[in-house]
């Protein structure tokens, strides 16, 4: 009676911490999407040039990745919640910064600090404690499904946060406000968010603290783990250093200067692609079922690359989007298969700090592509971002293909196993 009563005990405890890590990553997405449609469109408002705008992205990135590192690696030993409170009040920092004012070093200082996401997609340290906790309480053979869903609802938030952005924006201005000023409310909001996650944080139980070590971590919180995780750590940097020349907000602006396209519809257009790129992470999941974690990331990798390149090369804008949309259709597919194959191959009480050195890898990958499309962009080369990002990623994909199509996770291997003994 005292067993049944723990179990039922554990099994409410994991429900209500599962349910709070779902509703942060909806919140704190919908506040990613939120801003980054307007962002790149608020700097230069308030003076900075493309190459400025593009320069302020990378040391974002740069900041994130250093503040990461240090936050993911220490969470496991200091605890998981401590680190994600941590992270929020460093959310509402920059975001607070960036509203208030206008002054480049001032905003080099918010960028390189705080948390903040001209990319519309995960950033900070929040995603590799959240994915090490929900490994901790969901089963293996569960993970990859709980990681689509937990894609999923973050592509919606963000998709949500695209949209509202936009007709707020919009709606502001046919009611007489510069479009400075519909920008400035918008990155109030974000940094209003951050509070939320303050209050959903600090209602997470102990369950997702991390086991006690088997074995003295090194300094990176890794040990048995540690040369697989390097060799994640320098594909994945490769493949964000790729993505990195079209990061949401860029490409928002592209569209403008493009096309003349206006926030709302901008807002419209990325909603429509995150919520298609939502779906195309939930179907991960059963194709990996089927074809392994690896075959997944790469199969659907490709073509979503080869979209992105045609994107530029189409000769209106119904084209454009089309591709562009169609391109996101299966462009996610790679995110929870990767997330989950991570977790998958290093040791439970590593998996914060796994999770984190791979985050914080792509975050430093990420961090110089902006620069360089903010001088691409200047320069009037406006389709030469999208050639190249597509061109690394789909050499990436081969790269990943040739390194990791051996190195199968648990699951996997019993499925292998017990189809050899029939």
Known sequence: MNTNAHELSVSRQLKHDGLILFSTRIVRLFAYGFLSVVLALYLAQIGLSESAVGGLFTLTLLGDA??????????????????????????????????????????????????????????GPFLSIEQAALTQIVRSEQRTRVFAWYNLVGSLATATGSLASGLLAQMLQARGHTPL???????????????????????????????????????????????????????????????GFIVQSLVAYWFQIRWGVQPATLGSVF?????????????????????????????????????????????????????????????????????????????????????????????????????LTGILLQSSFLSVPFYISGSLKIVYDLLVYRDFRALKPPEERISALSASQR
């Open 271 to 371: 909603f429509a692609a995150n919520i298609l790129a939502g779906v195309s992470a939930l179907s991960a999941a059963r194709i990996a079922s089927r074809i392994g974690l690896i075959n997944t990331m790469v199969c659907t990798h490709i073509p979503s690359n080869l979209l992105l390149i045609l994107v530029p090369l189409m000769p209106s804008l119904p084209l454009a989007i089309t591709v562009l949309l169609a391109r996101f259709s299966i462009s996610q597919m790679d995110v929870p298969t990767r997330q989950s194959y991570t977790m998958a191959v290093v040791d439970p009480d590593e998996r914060s700090a796994a999770s984190g050195v791979t985050t914080i890898a792509r975050s430093l990958g990420a961090a110089w592509s902006p620069w």
């Open 66 to 123: 250093g503040i990461s590192l240090w936050v993911t690696t220490s969470a496991d030993r200091i605890g998981r919640k401590r680190m994600l409170l941590l992270s929020s009040g460093l959310m509402i920092f920059a975001g607070a910064a960036f509203a208030l004012t206008g002054n480049f070093i001032a905003l080099t200082v918010a960028a390189i600090v705080g948390v903040i996401s001209p990319s519309g997609n995960e950033i």
């Open 181 to 243: 000023e519909s920008y400035r409310v918008i990155v109030f909001v974000y940094a209003a968010i951050g509070f939320a996650l303050v209050v959903l944080f600090g209602r997470l139980s102990s369950g997702v603290e991390a086991p006690r070590a088997k074995e003295a971590r090194g300094k990176l919180g890794l040990h048995r783990s540690r040369r697989v995780v390097f060799r994640l750590s320098a594909l994945f940097a490769f493949d964000a250093f790729a993505g």
